[in-house]
């Protein structure tokens, strides 16, 4: 995935400075008509693990999921804060604009 780094600290580990919540996040900030499937895999887990993973954003108002036809939408909401104490002072949004190509500006209806 672009803009992720990889670390190999030479016993073999590999890691990623983002978890998998915030990679899906990114995929949908950069489509947010995209499949959970594509989603899974770009970001290389299971369409079972991505579906999970949306929801746990949704319930915690990072996205709304909006149904259009036998597809869904979803709509980012910028101004959440980060879930860890270091960095609660920031907002995904400054996320989103280092990562995702396109800009993602709108919140959600009633945020």
């Given at each position: ?5 990889t ?5 073999g580990r590999n890691?990623?400075?983002l978890?998998?919540?915030g990679?899906?996040?990114l995929a949908i900030?950069r ?7 594509d989603?899974?895999?770009e ?10 993973i ?7 108002g990072?996205l709304?999921?909006?149904?259009v036809?036998?597809r869904?939408?979803?709509t980012l909401?910028?101004a959440g804060r ?5 960095e609660?002072?920031?907002q ?7 990562f995702?190509?396109t ?5 959600p209806?009633g945020?």
């Amino acid at each position: 995935m672009a803009g992720t780094v990889t670390g190999d600290t030479g016993g073999g580990r590999n890691w990623t400075f983002l978890t998998n919540h915030g990679h899906v996040l990114l995929a949908i900030a950069r489509d947010p008509t995209a499949r959970l499937r594509d989603v899974a895999a770009e970001v290389g887990v299971t369409e079972r693990a991505a579906q999970a993973i949306v929801a746990d954003l949704e319930a915690g108002g990072y996205l709304h999921r909006t149904r259009v036809g036998r597809r869904n939408e979803y709509t980012l909401n910028p101004a959440g804060r980060f879930r860890h104490p270091a960095e609660a002072d920031r907002q995904v949004g400054d996320l989103l604009a280092l990562f995702a190509e396109t800009p993602t500006a709108k919140a959600p209806p009633g945020a």
